[in-house]
T-cell receptor
Framework: DAKTTQPNSMESNEEEPVHLPCNHS???????IHWYRQLPSQGPEYVIH???SNVNNRMASLAIAEDRKSSTLILHRATLRDAAVYYC??????????FGKGTRLSVIA | DAGVIQSPRHEVTEMGQEVTLRCKPI?????LFWYRQTMMRGLELLIY????????DSGMPEDRFSAKMPNASFSTLKIQPSEPRDSAVYFC???????????FGQGTRLTVV
């Protein structure tokens, strides 16, 4: 599986935007970029995914670099409930999700 | 739908005992995944099924671990005999087709003493 690189941790102030980066320099043409997050004491939950174009949904936005070697998950206004571990995962075809270590996001009131 | 349902939520057992973890996937989902999470190793894929058939069990750590999916609405992960190093949170997930959103259960926290 192609690998991703994320910072171990990030901190944000409440009500401010958060940009969570992910590098995936060995991404292949069929790899989709998926983001999941895991809130404390819960299972992972889907956030967003994309292939080439930027994507928006009610939870977040995903900005994908033109060469697809990096992407950024954007939370437009961080709340305390967004404190979680965020995982950036490359996935193609019928392969299951393979989790790395993710980025632990702390939100400060 | 109530989502992916796992039972029990917590299990404490003595070393050497048999442990059975249960999972009910979301109705209509044809993929089911078992993961294990520890502080040291993070989230690891153990095994996954497609239409009740095991596709890849290369993540199952040892022969002490076995998983079954007798029908589309039920799966079990069994550890026999259990050891303290099996202590972890075990997650079950399901998806409609692999490649789309996967839904995770709340997990079973297993402690082997």
């Amino acid at each position: 599986d192609a690998k991703t690189t994320q910072p171990n941790s990030m901190e944000s102030n409440e009500e401010e935007p958060v940009h969570l980066p992910c590098n995936h320099s060995t991404i292949s043409g069929t790899d989709y970029i998926h983001w999941y997050r895991q809130l404390p004491s819960q299972g992972p939950e889907y956030v967003i995914h994309g292939l080439t174009s930027n994507v928006n949904n009610r939870m977040a936005s995903l900005a994908i670099a033109e060469d697809r070697k990096s992407s950024t998950l954007i939370l437009h206004r961080a709340t305390l409930r967004d404190a979680a571990v965020y995982y950036c995962i490359l996935k193609s075809g019928n392969t299951p999700l393979v989790f790395g270590k993710g980025t632990r996001l702390s939100v400060i009131a | 739908d109530a989502g992916v349902i796992q039972s029990p939520r917590h299990e404490v057992t003595e070393m050497g005992q048999e442990v059975t973890l249960r999972c009910k996937p979301i109705s209509g989902h044809d993929y089911l995944f078992w993961y294990r999470q520890t502080m040291m190793r993070g989230l690891e894929l153990l095994i996954y099924f497609n239409n009740n058939v095991p596709i890849d069990d290369s993540g199952m750590p040892e022969d002490r671990f076995s998983a079954k999916m007798p029908n589309a609405s039920f799966s079990t992960l069994k550890i026999q005999p259990s050891e303290p190093r099996d202590s972890a949170v075990y997650f079950c997930a399901s998806s409609q087709i692999s490649g789309t959103e996967a839904f995770f259960g709340q997990g079973t926290r297993l402690t082997v003493v």
